[in-house]
């Protein structure tokens, strides 16, 4: 049973409709966009004060602002590629940088955080060689045997997107050794038989509304660039060893089943981690018991 604390989480995002704020159509949806580009702007929060036991060091990554976290006097032995959430179109917040640190202090890791450009203003293609060239640049340092992505929302629909746009376009680049993904979107749009999966679980998701996959797919991508997507409809052989992570209460666990038959005809490894109760992305509330509780299964993932 979901504790107090989640509950009151939930009711709170009920209350002040995330649903339905996300929830727009036509020029509702224009207005909406125009008001997270405005957001996207402004410059995120680092929490120094609660991290002083790591260091902090901001590259530019080819015009790509990006923050590498290790924890003070560490030898890491392997890299992790944080993609942050928000549908594309909203920012990330201090709390993944916090997230960020107890990565790199749970699994003895250097952990590189970039600000990838975000839709409206970008297609989903620059968000992609964005994070491409910051996995380039951690490649640098590490063999890609000790590099895993672990992605949140959109950004673990984006690890998969990443590893798709390398295979597709031939990059002479090797994929990570494994794939941790919390909450991600792999069809977008989604197929019939996943939107009815979605509809049967819509008033019991207090954050994404089924409709919001329909309105941003073409923002994302049109035309030829629109396989990056959908990774689920991808041929996946020799692709890393994932983890990944639903709630019973998202309308997003309606990508699970096709995931699963998708990983088992290209022999793929897959590990899934299901929270009863859990709404969409549960891991990033930190004061929720079952969120402490959820990272400690991220960072055995990332192992």
Not at 242 to 264: R, S
Request: proline fraction near 7%; charged fraction near 25%.
């Amino acid at each position: 049973m979901p504790s107090i604390q989640s509950k009151m989480i939930s009711g709170l995002f009920k209350t002040i409709g995330v649903n339905k704020m996300l929830d727009k159509q036509g020029e509702d949806f224009d207005k909406l966009l125009e008001k997270y580009k405005q957001k996207q702007k402004k410059p995120l929060k680092v929490p120094y004060k609660k991290m002083k036991n790591f260091d902090i060091v901001t590259k530019d990554v080819s015009g790509t602002t990006c923050y590498v976290v290790s924890k003070k006097g560490a030898d890491p032995d392997r890299a992790i590629l944080y993609l942050f959430g928000g549908g594309y179109i909203l920012p990330p917040d201090p709390g993944d940088i916090i997230l960020c640190g107890q990565m790199a202090e749970n699994c003895n890791a250097k952990v590189w955080f970039p600000l990838y450009p975000m839709a409206p203003e970008h297609r989903l293609v620059e968000t992609l060689e964005s994070s491409l060239a910051v996995y380039s640049d951690i490649l640098k340092e590490y063999d890609a045997s000790s590099v895993r992505f672990f992605g949140i929302s959109s950004g673990g629909g984006q690890a998969m997107s990443l590893c798709v746009y390398i295979r597709h376009e031939n990059i002479d680049v090797p994929l990570p050794e494994k794939l941790v993904l919390q909450s991600p979107g792999l069809q977008v749009p989604p197929s019939d038989a996943q939107k009815e999966e979605m509809a049967k679980r819509s008033k019991k998701d207090v954050m994404i509304p089924p409709r919001f996959f329909d309105s941003i797919a073409p923002i994302l991508a049109k035309g030829d660039e629109e396989y990056l997507l959908s990774p689920l409809l991808y041929d996946l052989t020799g692709f890393p060893e994932t983890d990944i992570f639903y709630g019973t209460n998202e309308v997003m666990i309606a990508y699970l089943k096709d995931f699963q038959d998708v990983c088992k005809k290209y022999g793929v490894k897959l590990n899934t981690h299901i929270g009863e109760g859990m709404m969409h992305c549960w891991g990033a509330m930190e004061f929720v018991p079952e969120a402490r509780a959820v990272r400690q299964e991220y960072f055995r993932a990332l192992k």
